[in-house]
């Protein structure tokens, strides 16, 4: 066998073992929670997201922009639960901005 035919025979084995790669990509809670509350900032006639007595208190004792107060996710293999308790605007059509915040 010639040099160049065992360098052909070496890129073969590479090329099949870089194909036999397993994996998968994965997102952490944290992620999808954060990407979801720079989203509803976006909404239209919501007034907040709701964390909860203790997470209000918390926002008044220290100033802070975090987004992913009041937004609970579950991230699962094929699918995402998110739970949200919304403040809205008063007067405003909540069907219609609950299939906003769904968008």
């Given at each position: 066998?010639?040099?160049?035919d065992v360098k052909d025979v ?15 990509l994965t997102y952490d809670d ?31 004792l220290i100033n802070t922009d ?38």
């Amino acid at each position: 066998m010639s040099n160049k035919d065992v360098k052909d025979v070496a890129k073969k084995e590479v090329a099949q073992a870089a194909h036999e790669v397993k994996g998968e990509l994965t997102y952490d809670d944290k992620v999808i929670q954060k990407i979801i509350g720079l989203s509803l900032e976006k909404v239209s006639g919501l007034l907040a997201v709701d964390g909860g007595f203790f997470s209000n208190l918390a926002d008044k004792l220290i100033n802070t922009d975090n987004v992913t107060n009041g937004v609970n996710v579950e991230v699962g293999k094929e699918q995402v639960a998110v739970d949200l308790n919304v403040v809205v605007e008063y007067q405003k059509n909540v069907p219609a901005l609950y299939d906003e915040i769904k968008k």
